[in-house]
């Protein structure tokens, strides 16, 4: 499997990604320059987090007007799988790829610590051999990641399955207005949502920095699981 890795000027967890794919799950991984429009024959895309363009302006404002980022939608619209971690998921949601936006944080602070996510549905690729109700526990690292759209879209999203994580307790539980739990404020705890087809996928959380249980600390390797699920 060929994976493609989006470096927009500014992404920082690049190489945590093409580690994963690449060394620890031996895939053919390799970064994609966001000036290129060639995909390299990718099977999936990665857009990783970071602060792409410095988020000058907003959270993936710019990024979306990479040339890199029109055939990233034409890969998506053909079927194509796209995982967007962090900054990449508000590249997609500026892009148009998934619906809403993530706003500032409850709180207006830099959030940067170690949460629990529960997966809530299994119709994406990224956790299709998942559990529902299974929990991840891995860090985020973000100031712009409380989760908001509209009521109609928030429904279309619980009714569709597109819900792909939420933030939770240790055990699983959602508990939306505690914010020790639901640690930004995101509408309905979301951590990660998918499009209706289950090929794009956007979350906050960053997995990819708890898959070795020697470094993973709090979350051991947990967040290794859904990254199996694109072979």
Avoid at 97 to 115: H, I, K, Y
Avoid at 132 to 144: E, K, M, N, S, Y
Wanted: proline fraction near 4%.
């Amino acid at each position: 499997m060929k994976v493609g890795v989006v470096v927009f000027p500014g992404t920082n967890c690049d190489q945590d990604v093409l580690r994963v794919y690449g060394e620890l799950l031996g895939m053919q991984a390799f970064p994609v320059w966001h000036r290129d429009t060639d995909l390299k024959g990718a099977d999936l895309i990665v857009l990783p987090g970071g602060f792409s363009y410095g988020d000058y302006l907003r959270t993936g404002a710019l990024a979306k007007l990479s040339p890199v980022m029109e055939s990233v939608k034409g890969f998506a619209d053909r079927g194509g799988r796209v995982l967007g971690i962090c900054n990449g998921f508000q590249v997609l949601c500026e892009a148009g790829l998934l619906p809403g936006a993530l706003l500032e944080n409850v709180g207006r602070r830099f959030l940067s610590r170690f949460v629990h996510i529960t997966v809530d549905s299994t119709r994406s690729f990224f956790t299709k051999g998942l559990t529902q109700g299974q929990v991840i526990t891995c860090p985020i690292a973000h100031f712009q990641g409380n989760y908001f759209a509209d009521p109609k879209t928030l429904q279309e999203l619980t009714d569709n399955g597109q819900i792909v994580f939420r933030y939770s307790t240790a055990q699983g539980e959602v508990r939306v207005d505690d914010q020790e739990v639901n640690v930004n404020g995101s509408c309905l705890a979301i951590a990660g949502i998918s499009n209706r087809a289950g090929n794009v996928v956007g979350l906050m959380p960053h997995p990819e920095r708890a898959v070795e249980t020697l470094i993973g600390y709090a979350g051991g390797d947990t967040g290794l699981a859904p990254f199996q699920q694109c072979g």
